[in-house]
């Protein structure tokens, strides 16, 4: 049985968004009220980064940490250093507190070009890197994932996210093939990879063998259709329910389910619905998404 776990995306705790944001404590809490095993760390400094602290608040909710979203800047050498020193950093906090099968996911610093986000969910190859700056992002992501293997001996996986340089199921692909299966792994994440314009069964059929870790979103095709005609940007189009609660989109969780038995998954199962700050009612939709699961039989 797959264990299923929650992120503090869910309440509004979303990279680059500004926002008034629920307290680390509140969100624990409604995660575990809400029947999820385990959590992501959300963004640095969100819950506490002394590991002693952040094991006592996790042990006393019964949760499991499991890994943690880091922005990285890997299209731009000149970040490449700072971007890998917040992997490390990132990994050495996982590791002490939620042991050697935490993950980092390397983030590409979501709706921060412009350009990216404006065409979130409506990228076109001519938008993409050229040549040398593939061979740029690659070789960051590699290092960084090398770097965090090295020193940690945790594992890194990409993850492919609307409104960042690495959106859609082609940039996914290329940017797979040009790293090493062994040191960078793939989260697939149902929601943004149909904004992203693939569809689910079959990104988690091509990339089997690199899916390491696997985020359960929705997406609705009636905003993301309304996205495209009046061009919203990223956060736009979260804002206006581009990511619904389970079971309210058009991702086929059932069969998302039977492909990851297929390919042998045994991971987690992270519940991502994201939201910006105060938006919805985070408690009750977390309660409505596990229920949706348990419907499926998670």
Partial sequence: MLKVANA???????????????DFARVLDEMAASGYAGTELG????????????RAELDQRGLKMLGSWVNVNFQDSARHEESTEACVRT????????GPNC??????????????????????PEMGLDEAGWSVFAAGAEGAARRVM???????????????WI?????????????????????????????GGGDPIAGIRQFADRIWYVHFKDHDPAVAAQSRIHEWDGPQSVGKGIFPELGQGDVDFPRV???????????????EQDVLPGM??????????REYLRSIGL
Avoid at 43 to 54: I, S
Avoid at 91 to 98: E, M
Avoid at 168 to 190: H, I, K, S, Y
Avoid at 280 to 289: C, D, F, K, V, Y
């Fill in 8 to 22: 503090p995306c869910s309440w509004g705790v979303i990279e680059n968004i500004e926002g008034e944001r629920f």
């Fill in 280 to 289: 919805g009612a985070p408690l009750e939709s977390a309660r409505r998404n």
């Fill in 103 to 124: 993950l980092v996911v390397l983030g590409p610093d979501p709706y921060t070009d412009p350009m990216r986000s404006l065409n979130s969910g409506r990228i076109r």
């Fill in 167 to 195: 959106e859609t199921p082609a940039e996914t692909a290329r940017l797979l093939e040009m790293t090493d299966p062994n040191v960078v792994g793939l989260v697939f994440d149902t929601g943004h990879w149909s904004f």
């Fill in 150 to 164: 090295e020193e940690t001996g945790l594992r890194s996986v990409l993850h492919h996210h609307t409104g960042t």
């Fill in 43 to 54: 963004d640095w400094g969100f819950m506490p980064t002394d590991p002693a602290r952040l």
């Fill in 91 to 98: 990994a050495k906090l996982l590791a002490a507190v939620g």
């Fill in 257 to 271: 389910l039977v492909e990851l038995e297929k390919i042998g998954y045994d991971g987690w199962i992270v519940v």
